[in-house]
């Protein structure tokens, strides 16, 4: 990937898990969409500390928001609903 590229992934996360949105080590990105199929709790998370900064119950995007990520410091995405839902996300590789 270069920077301009698109960064995006779909992923089916089972119920209680996580989806980490974490580029390569090196790499930095800017989500601006997060797609969900059910419930979700939105969090800013650098592997030891956890910052719940949001949550949404239902189908729904968190869209047009200017997420800055990097391979330490992340967003992740944990899924609460009761089964397995696709949870999804894009944004562009900034370095």
């Given at each position: 990937m270069a920077v301009g590229d698109v960064f995006s992934g779909l992923s089916s996360i089972t119920a209680a898990g996580y989806l980490d949105i974490q580029p390569s080590a090196?790499?930095?990105?800017?989500i601006h969409n997060i797609y969900h199929e059910s419930d979700v709790q939105i969090e800013f998370y650098d592997g030891t500390n956890s910052c719940v900064f949001d949550t949404d119950a239902g189908a729904g995007v968190y869209?047009?928001?200017a997420f800055h990520v990097t391979n330490a410091r992340r967003i992740r995405v944990k899924n609460t609903a009761a089964t397995a839902k696709l949870i999804g996300y894009d944004g562009v590789q900034t370095k």
């Open positions: 090196g790499v930095e990105v800017v869209a047009k928001y």
